[in-house]
């Protein structure tokens, strides 16, 4: 049994901060892991994911240079600090898993596992 649990969400003003956490347990295989979000209305859109072994991060082009992705092996709990948030940012993010390559190009056709999402909203 896998679970992806995420932690950290809630209410922020425009240029404010806060710190996503997905605690993962269960036994499985990733090569990736990464944050995907989805707002009201439109499509599921990456945001970030990092390599498991190496650590290497990638990054949507609309949080580039104000999100940071990280990982805690250890724990098993990935991170997305958020920093200069703005209210486009607000969103359901979902923290996912992949055994493959694919999600750090930006797709979820392969995603393995799942967190129920949590909610991010920033009022202006």
């Known amino acids: 049994q896998v679970q992806l649990v995420e932690s950290g969400g809630g209410l922020v003003q425009a240029g404010g901060s806060l710190r996503l956490s997905c605690v993962a347990s269960?036994?499985?295989?990733?090569?990736?892991m990464a944050w995907f979000r989805q707002a009201p209305g439109k499509e599921r859109e990456f945001v970030a994911a990092?390599?498991?072994?190496?650590?290497?991060?990638y990054y949507a082009d609309s949080v580039k240079g104000r999100f940071t992705i990280s990982r805690d092996s250890a724990k098993n709990t990935m991170y997305l600090q958020m920093y200069s948030l703005k209210p486009e940012d607000t969103a359901v993010y979902y923290c996912?898993?992949?055994?493959?390559?694919?999600?750090?190009?930006?797709?979820?056709?392969?995603?393995?596992?799942w967190g129920k999402g949590i909610l991010v909203t920033v009022s202006s």
């Open positions: 269960g036994r499985f295989s990733r090569y990736a």
């Open positions: 996912a898993s992949d055994s493959d390559i694919s999600v750090v190009f930006g797709k979820d056709d392969g995603i393995d596992y």
């Open positions: 990092i390599t498991w072994s190496g650590g290497r991060e």
